[in-house]
Antibody
Framework: QVQLVESGGGVVQPGGSLRLSCAAS????????MHWVRQAPGKGLEWVAF????????YYADSVKGRFTISRDNSKNTLYLQMNSLRAEDTAVYYC????????????????WGQGTLVTVSS | DIQLTQSPSFLSASVGDRVTITCRAS??????LAWYQQKPGKAPKLLIY???TLQSGVPSRFSGSGSGTEFTLTISSLQPEDFATYYC??????????FGQGTRLEIK
């Protein structure tokens, strides 16, 4: 069965950095686009970033552009999110999510999600 | 950016009730809309995509309809496990995809 397991969250000071990981199993990771979606405490969902199945295209929400970098290692079935210049408003649970369809044309629908990892930005 | 407005934001209903949640887009999004269910402390779950396609494994009491700017999620007969928060998501303007603010469905 599909499993996505995030790790790397924690408490970081404003201006600091953190790298999140998402270990994938149960599907052909290298065939699917992958996303990061976050949810601030008690708030709604916000899409953060997308990476194409082969890593050739990446997209970011305006709120994180220039500060966050999405990447993947298909040999390790792992997705990453490098977060720099963190701000208080980046405090959230970060989910990795699998795209619904495989191949060249991602659907931008999220059919499997991890359990999330909490990032807290506070001094 | 395309804004999605869900109504109501909060809904109280009983087991067996028929419930409808509406999602309105600030501009036309064709049928590029999904619905997710989220229970407290859990990740969201995909229910409906492409406005009306039921995701595999989702009970048939869930249905979606609409196109353009107005969409609905209907639960035909509420079950105890359906009490959760529901979100709509648009991807017409990808990569600038957005979610609605959520509708919390609670037991009356």
């Amino acid at each position: 069965q599909v499993q996505l397991v995030e790790s790397g969250g924690g408490v970081v000071q404003p201006g600091g950095s953190l790298r999140l990981s998402c270990a994938a199993s149960g599907f052909t990771f290298s065939s699917y686009g992958m996303h990061w979606v976050r949810q601030a405490p008690g708030k709604g969902l916000e899409w953060v970033a997308f990476i194409r199945y082969d890593g050739s295209n990446k997209y970011y929400a305006d709120s994180v552009k220039g500060r966050f970098t999405i990447s993947r290692d298909n040999s390790k079935n792992t997705l990453y999110l490098q977060m720099n210049s963190l701000r208080a408003e980046d405090t959230a649970v970060y989910y990795c999510a699998k795209d619904l369809i495989y191949g060249d044309y991602s659907s931008w629908y999220f059919d499997y999600w991890g359990q999330g990892t909490l990032v807290t930005v506070s001094s | 950016d395309i804004q999605l407005t869900q109504s109501p934001s909060f809904l109280s209903a009983s087991v067996g009730d028929r419930v409808t949640i509406t999602c309105r887009a600030s501009q036309g999004i064709s049928s590029y809309l999904a619905w997710y269910q989220q229970k407290p402390g859990k990740a969201p779950k995909l229910l409906i995509y492409a406005a009306s396609t039921l995701q595999s494994g989702v009970p048939s009491r869930f249905s979606g309809s609409g196109s353009g700017t107005e969409f609905t999620l209907t639960i035909s007969s509420l079950q105890p496990e359906d009490f959760a928060t529901y979100y709509c998501q648009q991807l017409n303007s990808y990569p600038l995809i957005t979610f609605g603010q959520g509708t919390r469905l609670e037991i009356k």
